[in-house]
């Protein structure tokens, strides 16, 4: 599913549907500005410092090409695609590169070259209006993933829990818990009056190392008919990629709903790997 935003997902699928990359980002770019502290930081002086870096790593992001491996379950039968994510003139493609764990066959090989040849030459010839258009469209699509992040800050009280070692990183442990006199002012919103969640942030350099998250009551949408159920999560873990950019390596979700009163159960899982940064038009080998 890449990196379509919560809100279009939200809006055209309902929420037994799952989010994609924008749920790698849930808890990231909340909009504060650091300011200095103790040595001691507390929770929300933590908090800023983290927002700070992930912000300044997702303005990197259309910099970097990557391998992600998009594995899906419903009911019991589980299938994946793997794709080589590249960023051309400004926004991203993907090219697929195995189904079910399995190479393309060169046929299926030489189709998705000729794919990706097609995207590059239609946005080299776009004119300034089209291309405008494609790239406002994006950062439209970002801007209503970043007002999210935003309107978290408002959904959650942050508590500093203690400092733990987490994969080679020393790192403080915060937890994150609604805020009863939060007012969601939208259905993407609404789902974090019913969260609670648990950050681990490296303590040198203020990155998010992991984040874990679940629903704990039922959050209902559409008169009724649809409803996210307790046992939906998620888990986002993000790694060094190159000097002072940190980017995600995995991301699962679990969503547990009822629609029209039938449950639904779907489980999403994303891997990330082999970041490296890319020149415009670069064509994977």
């Given at each position: 599913?890449?990196?379509?935003?919560?809100?279009?997902?939200?809006?055209?699928?309902?929420p037994?549907?799952?989010?994609?990359?924008?749920?790698?980002?849930?808890?990231?770019?909340?909009?504060?500005?650091?300011?200095?502290?103790?040595?001691?930081?507390?929770?929300?002086?933590?908090?800023?410092?983290?927002?700070?870096?992930t912000e300044?790593?997702?303005?990197?992001?259309?910099?970097?090409?990557?391998?992600?491996?998009?594995a899906?379950?419903?009911?019991?039968?589980?299938?994946?695609?793997?794709?080589?994510?590249?960023?051309?003139d400004?926004?991203?493609?993907?090219?697929?590169?195995?189904?079910?764990?399995?190479?393309?066959?060169?046929?299926?090989?030489?189709?998705e070259?000729?794919?990706?040849e097609?995207?590059?030459?239609?946005?080299?010839?776009?004119?300034?209006?089209?291309?405008?258009?494609?790239?406002?469209?994006?950062?439209?699509?970002?801007?209503?993933?970043?007002?999210?992040?935003?309107?978290?800050?408002?959904?959650?009280?942050?508590?500093?829990?203690g400092?733990?070692?987490?994969?080679d990183?020393?790192?403080?442990?915060?937890?994150?818990?609604p805020?009863?006199?939060?007012?969601?002012?939208?259905?993407?919103t609404?789902?974090?009056?019913?969260?609670?969640?648990?950050?681990?942030?490296d303590?040198?350099?203020?990155?998010?190392?992991?984040?874990?998250a679940?629903?704990?009551?039922?959050?209902?949408?559409?008169?009724?008919?649809?409803?996210?159920?307790?046992?939906?999560?998620?888990?986002?873990?993000?790694?060094?990629?190159?000097?002072?950019?940190?980017?995600?390596?995995?991301?699962?979700l679990?969503?547990?709903?009822?629609v029209?009163?039938?449950p639904?159960?779907?489980?999403?899982?994303?891997?990330?790997?082999?970041?490296?940064?890319?020149?415009?038009?670069?064509?994977?080998?």
């Amino acid at each position: 599913m890449h990196r379509e935003k919560f809100t279009w997902l939200m809006s055209h699928h309902g929420p037994s549907h799952l989010p994609s990359r924008v749920l790698v980002c849930l808890w990231f770019a909340l909009a504060f500005v650091p300011s200095a502290f103790s040595v001691e930081p507390n929770a929300r002086e933590i908090i800023k410092l983290s927002i700070a870096a992930t912000e300044a790593d997702w303005k990197a992001m259309p910099d970097f090409s990557d391998i992600e491996r998009d594995a899906d379950t419903r009911g019991g039968l589980a299938t994946s695609k793997t794709y080589q994510v590249l960023t051309i003139d400004g926004s991203p493609y993907y090219r697929l590169i195995a189904v079910n764990d399995q190479p393309l066959s060169p046929a299926e090989q030489a189709r998705e070259s000729e794919k990706l040849e097609r995207v590059i030459a239609k946005r080299t010839d776009e004119s300034e209006k089209q291309r405008a258009k494609r790239l406002a469209q994006y950062q439209e699509d970002r801007n209503r993933m970043f007002a999210l992040m935003r309107a978290m800050a408002e959904a959650f009280d942050f508590k500093l829990a203690g400092e733990e070692r987490l994969e080679d990183h020393d790192v403080f442990v915060l937890e994150a818990t609604p805020r009863p006199e939060y007012q969601p002012n939208s259905r993407e919103t609404k789902v974090l009056t019913g969260m609670k969640g648990i950050l681990w942030i490296d303590k040198d350099n203020y990155q998010w190392v992991k984040v874990e998250a679940e629903v704990l009551q039922p959050v209902v949408f559409g008169w009724f008919i649809a409803k996210v159920m307790p046992g939906t999560s998620f888990v986002l873990e993000q790694g060094l990629v190159t000097k002072g950019v940190w980017l995600p390596k995995h991301f699962r979700l679990e969503i547990k709903a009822k629609v029209l009163w039938l449950p639904k159960t779907y489980v999403h899982d994303e891997t990330y790997r082999d970041y490296r940064r890319t020149l415009p038009f670069s064509t994977p080998q």
